[in-house]
């Protein structure tokens, strides 16, 4: 199980990558990252940004 960190404003998560199924772009600079089977979370920096961390994960 790989697990990568996800900054938010509102505080970090620990996110199982293969429990991610897509990104959108959110509000002020922030993506929406939808999750299997649960409701999306707005963690900070662009889509591209996001997929890097995911990818690199």
Known sequence: MKLVKLDSRGGDYMVVVDNIAWLRTGENGQTNVGMVGGSPLL????VEEVAAK???S
Do not use: T
Not at 43 to 46: A, D
């Open 54 to 56: 995911i990818g690199a």
């Open 43 to 46: 963690v900070v920096g662009s």
